[in-house]
C-alpha cells in the first residue's frame, strides 16, 4: 500500500512516464487490486509498446525483487 501511494502521487506529476506505471500495474496486482492493475497495463501499452516483460527489470540486485514484480506484472495482465 505505501508503495502505491508513493507511485500514484509520481503518476499523477508525471503521468507520461511509464516506470510510474509499470510499479503501480504489479503493485496493484499483488494488492488484488486486479482492474486498477489492468488500467495500469494499458497505460504502459500505449507509453511504452515495446515494452517486454522477459527483458524488465534485469538491473535488479535481487532477484527476488525482480521475480515479485513480473510476477505482478503478468497479474496485471502483460506478457
Do not use: C
Not at 496486482?29 to 534485469?58: C, K, N, V
Amino acid at each position: 500500500e505505501e508503495a502505491v501511494g508513493t507511485l500514484e502521487l509520481g503518476a499523477s506529476k508525471k503521468p507520461d512516464f511509464a516506470g510510474y506505471h509499470i510499479g503501480l500495474a504489479a503493485a496493484y496486482a499483488q494488492l488484488g487490486r486486479i482492474e486498477d492493475a489492468r488500467r495500469s497495463a494499458e497505460m504502459i501499452r500505449r507509453l511504452y509498446p515495446f515494452f517486454e516483460l522477459e527483458s524488465y527489470g534485469t538491473v535488479f540486485q535481487k532477484p527476488e525483487d525482480r521475480n515479485k514484480i513480473i510476477a505482478g506484472l503478468r497479474k496485471a495482465g502483460l506478457e
